[in-house]
């Protein structure tokens, strides 16, 4: 079975700044989907980007992108520029490419962005 | 296009109730999932549903089950209410499934006393 791993609870970043938040994930699979979502306080998961394994580039969206290092497992986001608005809970999540389709997510970060 | 809507948004049941929660996809989407989000567990997967039959199916009790209209929109049911089944309750659609995105919906907070 596929785990998730976030080991930052919580972090904060002074606004315009730039953050990165940890997760780390175990599995035998070679092809597989990783994904950050946003939870603000309404609870709304929201998608912020993807990453499909067997890409080498790392997916970039707007002020968020990824560090996707395959062989360790790793996938972590960085948020540049941080906004008032990025503050929620972020979830890594993973998701096979076969025939499992749900997402495994981590524990979650609480990000707080400072004025 | 709608996004996915679920009904109703709060819920307070007695132990040993149950519960119907519902949950309507983005029009076109015929696979919907189901998510338990507790402080404890986190998020876990419930079940998915693709065209009225169930796909594929998390770690939870037969309590839990649910089912899919030829409309998509989704049901669940709790039986035999828990305390510890008080959580949010999300449902996310996507178009086939599979490679496709996953859109959640707000949720349902289901508190049982």
Redesign the interface.
Known sequence: AQTVTQSQPEMSVQEAETVTLSCTYDTSESDY?LFW?KQPP??????VI?QEAYKQQNATENRFSVNFQKAAKSFSLKISDSQLGDAAMY?CAYRS?G??????????TQLTVLP | KAGVTQTPRYLIKTRGQQVTLSCSPISGHRSVSWYQQTPGQGLQFLFEYFSETQRNKGNFPGRFSGRQFSNSRSEMNVSTLELGDSALYLCASSYRGGQDEQYFGPGTRLTVT
Do not use: D
Request: proline share 0%; charged share 15%; no cysteine.
């Open positions: 989907y979502y309404s609870r709304q998961m929201i998608l993807r979830f490419w025939s499992a389709r749900q997402l495994t997510f981590g524990s979650g």
